[in-house]
């Protein structure tokens, strides 16, 4: 698995609140949008994030692409609650080659990575 990862897509995000006694608590959102997947929306694309803060792993998340619909956000990081120190996100993507069983010769996967915050007010 890790060598397959290494061979596969890697985007790091670093986010955290401001350290202004004023900021506001706010939950993070992290997506992958397909743009082109016909073909690839397969168990065997893969993907991974791990969010680490301090050295410390504070989140994780994986899944595959299997029911992915081009132009539709799939939720990697969902509702993660920004400390004021930097959190790094990891955001891998892979094809595991013990997964593929039929041929996926001259297809392509593209996709957007994007990110947005919420304020927290109460119960989210």
Do not use: C, H
């Amino acid at each position: 698995r890790d060598e397959m990862i290494s061979l596969g897509l890697n985007e790091v995000l670093t986010y955290s609140l401001n350290d202004d006694t004023d900021s506001v608590p706010a939950a993070f959102n992290i997506y992958i949008t397909p743009t082109s997947i016909d073909g690839l929306n397969i168990s065997a694309l893969k993907w991974e994030v791990t969010g680490t803060n301090n050295g410390e792993v504070v989140y994780t998340n994986n899944g595959d692409f299997i029911t992915a619909v081009k132009d539709t956000a799939i939720t990697i990081v969902d509702k993660y609650e920004l400390k004021s120190t930097d959190t790094t996100f990891n955001i891998y993507i892979w094809l595991d080659a013990s997964l593929i069983n039929t041929s996926i010769n001259n297809v392509n996967f593209t996709a957007n990575i994007t990110a947005d915050t919420v304020q927290i007010t109460g119960n989210y």
